[in-house]
């Protein structure tokens, strides 16, 4: 028999946190079984029905979602909106019906006319530094609320600072590699949610994060899920 995920509750309690106060950088990602992060360049290429149910209900317990601005033109983000029905349950919950996108920019190089800021159900974030363009901040402002975090280049601890103190201390990385990179480096990753694709993909198809330098974090498992021959794998931040 075909393995299967588990029903929508019992998989929402696997993924739930108990402390929803203190902030928590949980990343979602799929990779290959030997590593890629992208099939033809496209990580929507490595996923399937399961994979979309894991990413749902991931983005369900979260309240606000951070992505960079390269993840946002390959993927083809459009405006964030929960279904009427995950939306009643955020509420049924004390959580927002809808949740803000967090777009990290440090050339603020976005379209103003993107669907990620024209078709949001709520106003988007835009996070970049000090030194970004200022007409590009004045010009971004008119369709998001731009946090500046950092002088030079956007610090990850300031990011997480930031989103918390507008009420948003759970925050789900959903990519690209460079701020997965980021966020190890400054050591703001506290749980990683891996789904494992069946397929031996080869090629130059880069990893599911890359930085200047290494940075080694300890994870711990939690969970493995399994449907078909895609794994899910939670890891959290070892003690």
């Not at 209900?57 to 606000?64: F, I």
């Not at 701020?179 to 599911?208: K, Q, T, Y």
Request: charged content about 20%; glycine content about 10%; aromatic content about 4%.
């Amino acid at each position: 028999m075909r393995a299967q995920l588990p029903h929508r509750a019992q998989l929402i309690e696997r993924y739930r946190v108990p402390d929803r106060l203190t902030p928590r950088v949980r990343v979602n990602f799929i990779a290959s079984l030997d590593g890629a992060a992208t099939h033809e360049g496209l990580s929507g290429g490595l996923n399937n029905a399961d994979d979309k149910i894991v990413f749902d209900t991931l983005r369900l317990l979260t309240d606000v979602i951070l992505v960079g601005a390269g993840t946002v033109r390959a993927e083809g983000y459009g405006g964030i909106r929960m279904t009427a029905e995950d939306a009643a349950w955020r509420v049924a919950h004390g959580l927002s019906a809808q949740l803000p996108v967090a777009i990290v920019s440090g050339r603020l190089d976005l379209d103003l006319g993107h669907p990620v800021f024209t078709e949001a159900a709520t106003r988007p974030i835009v996070l970049t530094h000090a030194a970004a363009p200022a007409d590009r901040r004045v010009a971004l402002s008119a369709v998001a609320d731009v946090i500046v975090c950092g002088e030079d280049a956007i610090d990850p601890r300031l990011l997480v600072a930031a989103l918390a103190a507008r009420g948003l201390p759970q925050i789900l990385c959903e990519g690209g590699p460079h701020l997965f990179g980021d966020l190890v480096a400054a050591d703001r990753v506290d749980e990683l949610c891996l789904s494992l694709s069946p397929l031996i993909e080869g090629g130059a198809a880069g990893r599911i994060a890359v930085g200047a330098t290494a940075a080694t974090r300890a994870m711990e498992l939690l969970h493995v899920l399994r449907a078909g021959d895609m794994l899910f794998l939670r890891y959290a931040r070892s003690h």
